[in-house]
């Protein structure tokens, strides 16, 4: 399919082919894993195991590699599956990473409890400010890794920004996008060289699977992740890749009522007495609202905000609303409320990471609008 088309054609009908067999409009789940050969090395297709290879996973690598502008697509079992194989492809003992101040916790135990121990170190830094990216950088620096918008306090980085730091000091620019989607920023576009995403989230968009992708802006660091997914071996399985592909299919709209409801939530809380911080790019006031205004359609279903009384305060909202599920993840259909301290970021309790007591992160859903901010003004009380 040609890259020319929009972004709404191309989500639908990117490696979305019709079956060849039957034409079924909807790829099969190729729910197997072994192939039959035609001979000693004939295999149909490229297929011969399904770790290597499976129909179902190909449509989805093709549709991500097309939504994000990239050259190459990869699926796995997990959002760290992704991160992990990427890490041991792009580094090696004695190397350096720059990572964010604010990083989804799991992103953040990978660095800092397992690849730490192969003998990579990693400085941390404000993403926010090139300067501060380009100060941490050092003569061994592989990988400079950014999430924007990050989580959970939403700050912004300058994706452009930084991609020539990392151009002028030989690294490679990774950019987490799973808070964003490929349907509100292109970070390939902009400069990175490989983009994460949790097919969880925003992706998959209904809570029912797991899932990791990595997209790569050229076809040589495609292939040396290829190979690394294939000997490593974290794939998406068949049924997962299936689900992926449908909820992508609606990425678009879903994002854009995610976007809308997210914007009115955050003025909500803006107005409200017993909250002292809004977090949302969307806002004027938001330190990185022009950039995220440059570089992304819309910005996007997360909120988060600080309220009055510490943290138990918080973790009082959190039990108290009814629509907003009290759970872990986020970017489903349905909204969902967490304390970060507690629950997704309690591995960076101690370190430079460590979130705001405080703190409550919404995954704003697609619900009336109304009704969540009927839930939310009774759960701040």
């Known amino acids: 399919m040609s890259d020319q088309h929009s972004f709404e054609t191309l989500a639908i009908h990117a490696g979305n082919t019709a079956d060849p067999l039957t034409g079924a409009v909807v790829p099969p789940i190729y729910q197997v894993s072994t192939y039959k050969q035609d001979g000693v090395g004939g295999l149909r297709g490229g297929y011969e195991y399904s770790r290597s290879a499976n129909p179902t996973r190909t449509a989805l690598e093709e549709n991500l590699a097309a939504i994000e502008g990239g050259r190459r697509g990869l699926a796995f079992a997990s959002g760290l599956a992704a991160e992990d194989c990427l890490l041991r492809t ?3 003992p004695g ?18 409890k397992v690849v730490e121990r192969w003998g990579v170190d990693y400085s941390v830094a404000d993403t926010s400010d090139p300067a ?16 924007t918008p990050s989580n959970p306090l939403l700050g912004i980085t300058d994706i452009a920004a930084v991609a020539d730091v990392a151009r002028t000091a030989g690294a490679r620019l990774v950019v987490d996008n799973t808070f964003a989607s490929p349907y509100l920023q292109q970070p390939i576009a902009l400069g990175a060289d490989v983009v994460v995403h949790s097919l969880t989230k ?17 076809a040589e660091i495609g292939e040396q992740l290829a190979y690394h997914q294939n000997a490593m071996g974290a794939v998406a399985g068949p049924f997962d890749s299936w689900l992926v592909l449908r909820g992508i299919k609606t990425l678009p709209v879903r994002m854009d009522r995610h976007s809308e409801n997210a914007a009115k939530v955050a003025e909500l809380l803006t107005r409200h007495p017993k909250v002292t911080q809004v977090l949302y790019p969307g806002l004027p006031e938001h330190p990185g ?8 359609r819309a910005f996007g279903g997360m909120v988060s905000f600080r309220v009055q009384g510490g943290e138990e305060a918080a973790v009082e909202v959190c039990n108290r609303t009814e629509l907003f599920t009290l759970g872990e993840s986020l970017g489903g259909v349905e909204s969902l409320v967490e304390h970060p301290g507690r629950m997704t970021h309690a591995s960076v309790a101690g370190s430079a990471l460590e979130v705001p007591a405080d703190l409550v992160r919404l995954s704003v859903g697609i619900e009336s609008a109304d009704d969540l901010l009927a839930d939310l003004t009774q759960a701040l009380g």
Do not use: C
């Not at 925003?202 to 050229?218: K, Q």
């Open 90 to 92: 792009l580094l090696h």
């Open 95 to 112: 190397a350096h990473v720059v990572i964010p101040n604010d990083a989804y916790g799991g992103t953040f135990r990978l660095f800092a």
């Open 132 to 147: 501060a990216v380009r100060a941490a950088v050092n003569d061994r620096t592989k990988v400079i890794w950014v999430e």
């Open 202 to 218: 925003y992706m998959g968009g209904h809570s029912d699977v797991v899932g990791g992708a990595l997209i790569a802006a050229d």
């Open 289 to 296: 609202h022009e950039i995220a205004a440059k570089q992304m």
